[in-house]
């Protein structure tokens, strides 16, 4: 939390300087009402002394004191509020290696469930585009409100060999930089990238694609996908077959969400996918903003104002 008017703040000694003068209000009460009456007679002439509880509506009211002096320097909190507008670009792996079955039904086929369940997640409002990359990084589809087309193409996509993490990156953050809103500003932008290993060809290396990426306020987030037991099958001359096996590589991904400001997950399972998926959408549906809570401080201080007064007046037939 912070203060527009910290020095304000310098008026809360009020508080314990007014606690301590009603404690010495209190005592010359007594002190006075014993000069003129026997106090071992009381009980003779009261039913039931108010004790501890004639202290909680004096507490009260310097607790709102308290409140209403924090609330008049001008309190600033940050606070998660929806966000209304934003890019959304999904980078998706399609190399060869993708096509393991480590992951129910296939890496990229959970990749595509996982995708279709993140679009249902991330508000209406928000433009999405897909890149896909193997050897080359290319717009499969240009951000569009339009769920149908970005479900349409994840259904089409086609395996195909390398792994140009830096190009899908490099490409991904331009993209979503020059799309504009309706008034012409540039709306938040995010890349969610799906891959399952280290670079394998391109023309941008990783680190620089990263740079372009943080230059543009792009933050990258990259899903690792797989597990160590992933294999693959290629085809060899003569008709005979080959098992390649291709553990998924974190170090790139972790690379790239840490020189950008994105986040890193793992998922080693379909479910595991979609969960990381839907937790993505949540946090890029709202966003922290410093808000000024001066309201809430008022707020606050007139309930704790009234209590007092309340229980004051039930419990003592009199106002403090």
Same mark, same amino acid.
């Given at each position: 939390?912070?203060?527009? !008017?910290?020095?304000?703040?310098?008026?809360?000694?009020?508080?314990?300087?007014?606690?301590?003068?009603?404690?010495?209000?209190?005592?010359?009460?007594?002190?006075?009402?014993?000069?003129?009456?026997?106090?071992?007679?009381?009980?003779?002439?009261?039913?039931?002394?108010?004790?501890?509880?004639?202290?909680?509506?004096?507490?009260?009211?310097?607790?709102?004191?308290?409140?209403?002096?924090?609330?008049?320097? !001008?309190?600033?909190?940050?606070?998660?509020?929806?966000?209304?507008?934003? $890019?959304?670009?999904?980078?998706?792996?399609?190399?060869?290696?993708?096509?393991?079955?480590?992951?129910?039904?296939?890496?990229?086929?959970? =990749?595509?469930?996982?995708?279709?369940?993140?679009?249902?997640?991330?508000?209406?409002?928000?433009?999405?585009?897909?890149?896909?990359? &193997?050897?080359? =990084?290319?717009?499969?589809?240009?951000?569009?409100?339009?769920?149908?087309?970005?479900?349409?193409?994840?259904?089409?996509?086609?395996?195909?060999?390398?792994?140009?993490? &830096?190009?899908? $990156?490099?490409?991904?953050?331009?993209?979503?930089?020059?799309?504009?809103?309706?008034? &012409?500003?540039?709306?938040?932008?995010?890349?969610?990238?799906?891959?399952?290993?280290?670079?394998?060809?391109?023309?941008?290396?990783?680190?620089?694609?990263?740079?372009?990426?943080?230059?543009?306020?792009?933050?990258?987030?990259?899903?690792? $996908?797989?597990?160590?037991?992933?294999? $693959?099958?290629?085809?060899?001359?003569?008709?005979?077959?080959?098992?390649?096996?291709?553990?998924?590589?974190?170090?790139?991904?972790?690379?790239?969400?840490?020189?950008?400001?994105?986040?890193?997950?793992?998922?080693?399972?379909?479910?595991?996918?979609?969960?990381?998926?839907?937790?993505?959408?949540? !946090?890029?549906?709202?966003?922290?903003?410093?808000?000024?809570?001066?309201?809430?401080?008022?707020?606050?201080?007139?309930?704790?104002?009234?209590?007092?007064?309340?229980?004051?007046?039930?419990?003592?037939?009199?106002?403090?």
């Amino acid at each position: 939390m912070s203060f527009e !008017r910290p020095l304000v703040l310098v008026a809360l000694v009020a508080v314990p300087v007014a606690a301590v003068l009603w404690i010495a209000y209190q005592r010359r009460r007594r002190a006075a009402a014993a000069s003129f009456s026997n106090p071992a007679l009381l009980p003779n002439l009261v039913d039931a002394r108010p004790g501890r509880l004639r202290h909680v509506p004096l507490a009260l009211f310097l607790l709102a004191l308290t409140v209403l002096l924090v609330g008049a320097a !001008r309190p600033h909190a940050t606070v998660t509020v929806p966000r209304r507008e934003a $890019v959304v670009v999904l980078a998706v792996d399609i190399s060869r290696s993708m096509t393991a079955q480590d992951v129910s039904p296939t890496r990229l086929g959970a =990749a595509r469930t996982a995708a279709a369940a993140f679009l249902e997640k991330v508000p209406k409002t928000y433009d999405v585009a897909l890149v896909e990359f &193997g050897t080359h =990084a290319f717009v499969a589809v240009p951000p569009t409100t339009d769920r149908t087309l970005v479900n349409a193409a994840l259904a089409s996509i086609t395996p195909s060999e390398g792994t140009a993490i &830096g190009d899908a $990156v490099a490409l991904s953050a331009r993209l979503g930089h020059r799309h504009r809103t309706a008034d &012409g500003t540039v709306p938040p932008v995010s890349v969610l990238l799906l891959s399952d290993g280290a670079r394998d060809g391109g023309r941008t290396s990783p680190q620089a694609a990263a740079q372009i990426a943080r230059r543009l306020h792009v933050a990258v987030s990259t899903v690792l $996908v797989g597990t160590p037991s992933g294999i $693959v099958t290629a085809k060899l001359n003569g008709g005979f077959t080959e098992q390649i096996r291709v553990p998924p590589s974190a170090g790139t991904l972790q690379t790239l969400a840490h020189l950008t400001g994105g986040q890193f997950f793992r998922a080693r399972s379909s479910a595991a996918l979609k969960h990381v998926y839907q937790n993505l959408a949540t !946090r890029l549906g709202h966003h922290k903003q410093s808000r000024e809570i001066t309201d809430v401080f008022a707020a606050g201080a007139t309930a704790l104002m009234l209590a007092g007064a309340a229980l004051s007046a039930f419990w003592f037939r009199r106002v403090p």
